[in-house]
């Protein structure tokens, strides 16, 4: 298909009616979007995973399934023929109150996937109605026909080759035909259940499958007018960026930047679709894109922040000189499934960062198993309350000076932990969480301002 666009809509682009009006407009202005990816509407998912961790309280559970229906009714009220619409949620509301009265008993990823899903199965068919009323041929398509993945509840893998060979079957004959709107986040395993990419996922699954259908184009969609220096709830002078390379952006996802989801740019990267980031609110303000190659390459591009770190220390002295001690210590965090995001060595010891990826959110924990198993290698040392700056730029490691720059804006920090030399494109370092957003503002006002 020529001109194919995918279009993705965040949460709070489909929050209620006069939010998912605006996303109506939006597609009706752009003919070459032909499929809409649509989040769960704004603070649903949330009140899924605390239904899905288990609340054993009858009365409360009822008050967050009512919480639940009730956003929905009100999008519902507001449509002119809601009966099959109304019908359809309701049916997905009944199927949610047995799952959530299953969690109260006894949870389990494979159920908090279930759980969590009902968010965009709910919105886009909300959202399929909404366009058909406006007088667009549109249709809704279940993404779980197409999406294939492990399954890993929680943080599912795609399967590409599978995602790729479906969706030409299944979903581009639609495309031709009509506007096709789907679900963000969600997928399904070879056996049929629901499984789920990871909180934030809804941005990475646009991205496969702007990728699966060979799109030319792929929209990201939320509540900021495109990526910032930093976030500007945090620094009010953060400056929007009009356009800025895969590496950067992936860097800055990578390493807090909510605006996208760490592994967003994997698919559009391999097939070098441009991605266009803006505000479903004020779509005139423009945006930033996200291209291969971009005319500007800064020293200092952008700040990012991300908290509910996880640091782990591992002390040996035999590790002096020693050969097979990280080959041990990964061994072991493989096989509990932990995967690491930062590190740093000594003559005897070793830093590390949990990542997390998973659907629940919150801190990356240490298994016990995992970690008495490293403690019969090492001493074990956790520490939680911390987050992580990340500076992003260009070429730093040719550019004499700039750490002094950067230390010196941060000598009143207690800084637990540096991380540069990997990456050409950030330096990145642990502080306490209570002091972190200040760090951030000292930084942008030193470097941006």
């Not at 809509?9 to 003919?31: H, K, L, Q």
Request: charged letters at 20%; aromatic letters at 6%.
């Amino acid at each position: 298909m020529s001109a194919f666009n995918v279009a993705k809509f965040g949460g709070t682009s489909v929050a209620n009616f006069e939010a998912m009006s605006r996303c109506a407009t939006i597609i009706e202005n752009n003919p070459a979007t032909k499929l809409v990816v649509s989040s769960a509407c704004s603070g649903v998912t949330n009140l899924l995973v605390e239904l899905s961790l288990g609340v054993t309280d009858a009365e409360h559970r009822q008050q967050l399934l009512t919480k639940i229906s009730a956003i929905h009714d009100d999008i519902i009220a507001q449509l002119s023929q809601s009966k099959a619409t109304n019908d359809a949620v309701n049916k997905v509301l009944v199927r949610l109150a047995s799952m959530a009265e299953a969690a109260s008993f006894q949870t389990s990823d494979k159920l908090t996937d279930h759980i969590v899903a009902c968010g965009e199965l709910m919105s886009t068919h909300i959202l399929t109605q909404l366009m058909v009323e406006r007088g667009i041929d549109a249709v809704r398509f279940d993404i779980r026909e197409i999406l294939r993945t492990n399954s890993e509840h929680g943080k599912a893998e795609p399967i590409i080759s599978e995602i790729s060979q479906l969706a030409e079957q299944h979903l581009v004959p639609l495309c031709q035909k009509q506007l096709v709107i789907t679900q963000g986040f969600i997928g399904s395993d070879s056996e049929g259940n629901t499984t789920t990419l990871g909180r934030g996922g809804s941005d990475y699954s646009a991205a496969l499958i702007a990728e699966a259908v060979k799109a030319e184009g792929l929209e990201i969609w939320t509540d900021v007018p495109g990526i910032y220096t930093t976030d500007p709830r945090i620094a009010p002078k953060a400056a929007p960026i009009a356009e800025i390379s895969f590496s950067e952006a992936s860097e800055m996802a990578n390493f807090g930047a909510k605006i996208l989801h760490p592994s967003t740019l994997l698919p559009a990267l391999r097939h070098q679709i441009p991605v266009f980031v803006g505000s479903s609110r004020q779509p005139e303000n423009g945006g930033t894109w996200i291209r291969q190659k971009v005319e500007s390459a800064p020293l200092f591009r952008a700040l990012t922040l991300r908290g509910n770190q996880t640091m782990v220390t591992l002390r040996c002295p035999e590790m002096y000189q020693a050969y097979g001690f990280l080959a041990q210590v990964f061994a072991i965090l493989a096989k509990y499934q932990i995967s690491v995001d930062l590190i740093t060595t000594s003559e005897v010891s070793v830093s590390l960062t949990l990542d997390q990826t998973n659907t629940s959110g919150g801190a990356p924990q240490l298994p016990i198993e995992a970690r008495a198993e490293l403690e019969q290698l090492c001493t074990v040392e956790v520490e939680h309350n911390l987050s992580l700056v990340a500076l992003i730029g260009n070429k730093m490691s040719g550019k004499k000076g700039y750490a002094k720059q950067v230390f010196s804006a941060l000598e009143e920090f207690n800084i637990r932990m540096i991380c540069y030399g990997a990456s050409p494109h950030n330096l990145c370092f642990l502080v306490s969480e209570d002091e972190s957003k200040q760090a951030i503002q000292v930084l942008h006002h030193a470097l941006f301002e």
